[in-house]
């Protein structure tokens, strides 16, 4: 008779699933894959995720399963070896760029049949260096002994490694994870990035966990980004590192560069992307026709429901429902009879402030300031076919706004207050995704720091200041005007009238800079300095060169690859003499 006790079919399996994991243990049957990690400030490849999978045909293709098999069988140190020896060579025969993130089970760590050193020894047999490596722990079991792991961890810090902890908010005690083990990234578990465009909540939620993190000196990848409106609202959040399919799938051949995203209707100016649809809660909507007894229940159901929007069959919203003045018209006996038989639009406010989901941030805040419709703190978000999205409110969009200006405060440069790097890397990484044509130039002193060593640094300082005020006038509110620090600048300009511009930018400052230096050094046109060998020799007045990289329509480059090539035509800038600018010719069509 066969046996049909309960524990028969699971140990039946397991002991089949083990027979396999040896199989692929002796044969060496898994296979890297790899997920690009995304640095959207540049619009560059941070570094990949290695992830590992058995063979496709195999109980044991899933990675749960996989180690769940090796934990229950007491081989995961074999396996756990095995997949990061594998992912190293993978990564290294593929030559893929940036930072390499290989997945360790802490568990692992503290196994008595444990070695130490095998990382590192598989990356000096390809080698790669342990400063591109992150020690990724992934761990779906409590940690129950702190002390060992910080010592583990320790280890690894000290060969070169970084440390990276997974799946924040999630699983067991991971905020005491990142207290206990400190570690250089944190990687937030997809449910806090899912629909976060749309979720006030989780931004929220998100925001506070990127300040804890800037002030531990840690770094956040938000990870399981699947959507343009996720991407955008972490960008807006100053949230930088980001990993999902929005990028790129797991894959054997993974992709070298970031392709970019397909360009969206969001208008990115100062706010960078961040728009109305952030700001969206998505509150089921009331048809047009409800009976007013239907919309009466919502409210009394949930006395926290501040608002409705009622749409018309087409999913446009004609008009809204406030609590407060909707509920006051039951105040009297006769009331419920009087409206018992009336549908919704009989009683519904036509009056209504209207968002599209693309509209920034900065432009939405013009538009219910300098709306005559006061006292109203709910607003309907809708679609570019003006179909229901969603409800914001002004408390939300004031917090958002408030946020925004405090990043600027902090990205901008302290002397003159302009754009620092990490504003002059989102807003050229934004023009890319938009997709238009656009100049990217690089504006330099010349012996700028002769002049300091004659006038003193507060003098040069002024110097500084009259630039960025120069730049800012003739550019204006067209373009954009960013401090790189000292005494370079960049520009962001529209093709039209780009080349106009330059020019206008070195009349003027051709015209005022001898003002900054006394009469003896005008009327000899050079101050008095040293060269390399320290002899004193004239050295002609400062001037300014500046460097054009027109981007045309559709171009595929990253923020990274523009700075690259404005640092090396800065270089053909300086060797003209006087005020120049120099344009780069491969793409000088673009500029007019």
Known sequence: MPDTAPGSAAEAMLDHE?????????????????????DAGCQGIFGYEALSRGPSDSPLH????????????????????????????????????????????????????????????????????????????????????????????????????QVALDDLGAGYSS????????????????????????DPGKGQFLHSLLEVSRSL??????????????????????????????????????PRRLEQPAPTPAAVSG???????????????????????????RFRDDPGLRCLAVLDAEQRPVGVVRQHAFLSLFTNPFSHSLHARRPIDAVMDRR??????????????????????????????????????????????????????????????????????????DILAARLADGEAFVAIYADLDRFKAFNDAYGYAQGDQVILAVGRLLQEVVGEAGFVGHVGGDDFMLVLQPEGARASCEAILER??????????QAHRQAGALTGGDRERREMP???????????????????TAMEIANALAELKGQAKRQAGNSLFVDRRADGVMR
Not at 271 to 297: M, Y
Not at 371 to 386: E, L, N, P, R
């Open 352 to 425: 209504m402030r209207l968002a599209e989901e693309s509209m920034p941030l900065e432009a939405l805040s013009r538009h219910i300031t300098g709306s005559t419709q006061g006292g109203q703190d709910d607003f309907v978000i809708v679609d570019a076919d003006g179909r229901y999205r969603g409800l914001g409110q002004v408390i939300d969009l004031l917090r958002e706004i408030t946020a925004l200006q405090v990043r600027s405060a902090r990205q901008a440069n302290p002397l003159t207050g302009l754009p620092g790097n990490q504003a002059i890397n």
């Open 217 to 254: 000196g840690c770094r956040v990848i938000a990870e399981g980004i699947e959507t343009a409106g996720e991407q955008r609202c972490l960008w807006g959040m100053n949230c930088m590192l980001m990993q999902g399919y929005h990028f790129a799938r797991p894959s054997r051949q993974p």
């Open 509 to 518: 400052f051709a015209r005022f800079i001898p003002t900054f230096h006394d």
């Open 271 to 297: 706010s960078f992307g961040a728009s109305a649809a952030t700001l969206c809660r998505h509150l089921a909507p009331v048809a047009q026709g409800t009976p007013v007894p239907e919309v009466v229940a």
């Open 539 to 557: 050295l002609p007045l400062m001037t300014l060169s500046m460097a054009a990289y027109p981007v045309p329509k559709g171009s595929r480059l």
């Open 175 to 198: 905020l005491r994870h990142w207290a206990e083990l400190r570690p250089d990234f944190v990687k937030v578990d997809r449910h806090f990035v899912q629909e976060v465009d749309r």
């Open 18 to 38: 083990a027979r396999e994991l040896d199989r692929i243990l002796r044969e060496g049957a898994i296979t890297p894959l790899f997920q690009p990690i995304v």
């Open 62 to 161: 899933s990675p749960v399963t996989l180690f769940d098999t090796a934990r229950l069988t007491g081989r995961l140190v074999e396996l756990d070896l095995l997949c990061r020896r594998l992912a190293i060579e993978a990564f290294a025969a593929l030559d893929l760029p940036g930072r390499l993130f290989l997945n360790v089970m802490p568990t692992s760590l503290l196994e008595e049949d444990f070695r130490e050193g095998l990382t590192r020894a598989f990356l000096a047999g390809v080698g790669l260096s342990p400063e591109r490596v992150v020690i990724e722990l992934t761990e779906h079991l409590p940690i129950h002994d702190y002390a060992l792991m910080r010592q583990a961890v320790d280890h690894y810090r000290r060969m070169g490694f």
